[in-house]
């Protein structure tokens, strides 16, 4: 049973960094908290499920216009929206929290509820591994996970466009004096994220149904994780989503499910107790000390 | 190369710069000399196009006011409305106060990121040059930027700013903070990069000092206003200067 666990506590993990990763990137790079982020995760599920069953695309396609849908969707709320309100913390959360709730109760309304809104397996198949049934879609969500972050850590470190990203998280006016354009990268910033949130959502949704109250859980998981790590470090989503990740299903296990969701929130609770700003929110950290 | 005519800038109702004109001929080393709160810095922010920026989110915050008077050319064309990233890409590049980097990324890094309209190409070839001006870098390479000394904080900015390859480079107090030593090699560099590779150089200072004696001209502002200008020497000689700036 241990080792079944800790088999499901790594799957766990995996789905909660490949949740946060969008929102972290967002975060990470113009500062802007996209509460918007669940909904756009939810949109892209539905909008996957409407081309399978309302016009027959074939599965890939239909995951590529979803992502392609996102990140212009990502793009256009930065445009038209937050834009105008750049830099002031609540309003940027206002904004897109509203955007957010507009998405994700017009799907409510809409009454796309139920068993059949889901998206299929990529490959119906299991395996055992150490004595433990784990199906395919688990296993590609963790092989994907680790995939995505070594991707987006070669992109941040080698190519002009991360390199501008990581130089305009550290200092914004700094970055400009070397030309890099804010509005542009948080633009990128935010469709980005956006686009992260469809592929997570076309890995994770299979596992489950498609709802609008998926679109709240995922924005709060992701949050969580964000937080405990430290807001915009990949380092602390990686660390967090193994401390959120085996704390839920060893508190599953060993105590009861209906424990679950304290725990995970008690970690959060303790970790910015000891670490006010996350486990490797080192910039913010300098801050408070001054 | 740079002209700037009867420029005044306000933040809110203060008066930041009051009617500044100055000149920068191509090749030249010009410098700003002035205290604390003379305006040095509004003027870079101003050349630079750093001020669009901060208006902008100024108005979007509700903050300050701030309202730019008068007009700066560059080669010719009128640019005081221009942001600052079309500057950078026309060869203004400023090299802000305080020795900004990016503390989180190594030099190299912060080099690759300065170098962000540049080939990877170029930015190797620059940086190469960099370290021939400031050797002390080469052992650096691999250390994160925020552990530097003030000193080699200020090289890597200088530096940065060169692999974004000016035609105007902008310094805005390269010299605050540094021992005398590092003065030296700071302004040697300066001197340097100058006559090496033609880059024109306007730079603001309080030191007046260590550098009068390099510039081909200066600018003496009090109050955001000119109350003196004339060639590095002339001004070495003049007898205010010295009161003021060299305690004589």
Redesign the interface.
Known sequence: MLIGTTIYALINTAILALMAIGFNLTFGISGIANFAYGAVYILAAYGVWMLLTLFQLPYPVAVLAAVGVNLLLGALIYRFVLL?????ALSEVIATFGIGLAILELFRYLGLVGFEYHLPVFVDKSFVIAGTYVDFQRIAIVVFSAVLILGLWFFT?HT?IG??F??IA??E??????????NKMATLSMAMGAALAALAAVFIIPLGSISPGEGYDVLIKALAVCIIGGLGSTGGVIAASFIVGFAERFTDTYIGSHWTMIVSLAAILVVLTVKPSGLFG??KELEERI | MLVVNNLMVFFENALALNGLSLEVREGEIVGVIGSNSAGKTTLMNAV?G?II?MRI?EI??GGQRISIYGNIAYKGEDITGIP??LR??NGI????ERH??????SVL?NF??????RTKKEVREVVDYVFSLFPPLVKLKKRKAGFLSGGEQQMLAIG??L??RPKLLLLDEPLLGLSPMMQKAVVDAIVALNKESGITVLLSEQFARPVLPVVDRAYVVENGMLTLSGTGADLMNNPEIKSAYFGV
């Open positions: 105008r309100i750049r830099g002031q470190h002009a390199l501008a990581r130089g550290q200092d006016r700094t970055a400009l004096t070397f030309g890099i354009d804010s080192n910039q | 630079s750093l920026d989110k979007r915050r600052p990233e950078v890409k590049v400023l090299s802000r900004p980097v990016f503390p989180e990324s890094e690759r990121i300065a170098g962000y309209l940065m700013a692999v974004v």
